[in-house]
T-cell receptor, first 115, second 113 residues
């Protein structure tokens, strides 16, 4: 089955810890994205990557870091510098065509809670 | 700055009671408008893409329409399994490489049996 997987489903972090969220896709999509979702708010873009070894900051990149060493994988690290990391994190992927077919497809999400 | 406003925030319907959800947007040139369905604790599920005013798309009991300022998601004779949060997002036509989506806050739909 083609799709996007995220792990873990639930993650608990202590103050001052860095944690890494995994995202893998086998859709052969060029682009991958990380979003954060808070109650009552729309999804907000953290980072995105068009191609391997390249990524761009989104609207709320402070306190987060990413890497894109393989086309299939786009892990997100939530660092201790992120002041309020408790949220639902969503990974997505899409083609990167100039016309049409830019739909983003989402993984099942990781819920991060700071203890 | 691109903006997306969805209304109402929450909607309760009786099974079979048709209604519409609204998505108003301001964007510097629309590349695409997207509708997603999200169940609690899960990732959004893609429903439709609309590219130009006048375009309509249908899937089962759902029909999405687009004008130059807003999109509607019409739900005909809804069933309890249609209960979910429906998200709208826009993608601006940019000269650069960005393909960023701007999301609304969603409409939480509850269909009562």
């Amino acid at each position: 089955d083609g799709g996007i997987t995220q792990s873990p489903k639930y993650l608990f972090r202590k103050e001052g810890q860095n944690v890494t969220l995994s995202c893998e896709q086998n859709l052969n999509h060029d682009a991958m994205y990380w979003y954060r979702q808070d109650p009552g708010q729309g999804l907000r873009l953290i980072y995105y990557s068009q191609i391997v070894n390249d990524f761009q900051k989104g609207d709320i990149a402070e306190g987060y870091s990413v890497s894109r060493e393989k086309k299939e994988s786009f892990p997100l690290t939530v660092t201790s510098a992120q002041k309020n990391p408790t949220a639902f994190y969503l990974c997505a992927s899409s083609l990167w065509g100039r016309t049409g077919h830019n739909e983003q497809f989402f993984g099942p999400g990781t819920r991060l809670t700071v203890l | 700055e691109d903006q997306v406003t969805q209304s109402p925030e929450a909607l309760r319907l009786q099974e079979g009671e048709s209604s519409s959800l609204n998505c108003s947007y301001t964007v510097s040139g629309l590349r695409g408008l997207f509708w997603y369905r999200q169940d609690p604790g899960k990732g959004p599920e893609f429903l439709f893409t609309l590219y130009s005013a006048g375009e309509e798309k249908e899937k089962e009991r759902l029909k999405a329409t687009l004008t130059k300022k807003e999109s509607f998601l019409h739900i005909t004779a809804p069933k309890p399994e249609d209960s979910a949060t429906y998200l709208c997002a826009v993608q601006a036509r940019l000269s650069g490489s960005a393909r960023q989506l701007t999301f609304g806050s969603g409409t939480q739909l509850t269909v009562l049996p």
